[in-house]
């Protein structure tokens, strides 16, 4: 079975997600800081009128901070709730990917980053890595927003 994924980039990552959770795909946006939030929490976005928690999706895998003076793009996931925004550093292609390339995340993904990525989809000349978005979302075991 083959399954099409969302891709995007952070620092020298290649992530995806699966298609259907995706709402859009933003520029710049700008936001609303969130005082006392958690430190992933970068702000609110208002998308035609309905309030998105945007999320620092580097912040949130433990990555370094985005260089200054390249802004984010948003990610818009849908959710039961609101939507939500993964910030990331560039969008990429939609790939449609066979499940019999999917492998559990490798031994080199450490830390938080490993309880986020569900698995890895060998490419050519690199990996996938497949976003588990709900904890991905999640700030602190709860969901933000």
Do not use: C, H
């Not at 928690?53 to 433990?62: E, F, G, S, V």
């Not at 948003?74 to 709730?81: E, G, K, Q, S």
């Not at 989809?121 to 709900?134: I, N, P, S, Y």
């Amino acid at each position: 079975m083959e399954r099409q994924f969302a891709t995007f980039y952070l620092a020298d990552l290649l992530l995806g997600v699966e298609v259907e959770k995706v709402q859009e795909v933003l520029r710049y946006q700008e936001m609303t800081p969130v005082p006392l939030a958690s430190s992933v929490v970068e702000g609110l976005i208002n998308l035609r009128g309905q309030i998105v928690t945007a999320i620092d999706l580097r912040r949130r895998l433990d990555l370094e901070e985005r260089p200054s003076g390249k802004l984010p793009m948003n990610v818009v996931l849908r959710t039961d709730d609101n939507p939500v925004s993964l910030l990331v550093d560039e969008i990429g292609d939609v790939l449609q990917i066979g499940d019999e390339t999917f492998e559990a995340p490798p031994e080199t993904i450490r830390g938080v980053a490993r309880e986020l990525i569900r698995g890895v989809f060998k490419l050519e000349g690199r990996l996938l890595l497949v976003l588990d978005t709900d904890r991905a979302m999640g700030v602190g075991g709860a969901q933000a927003a």
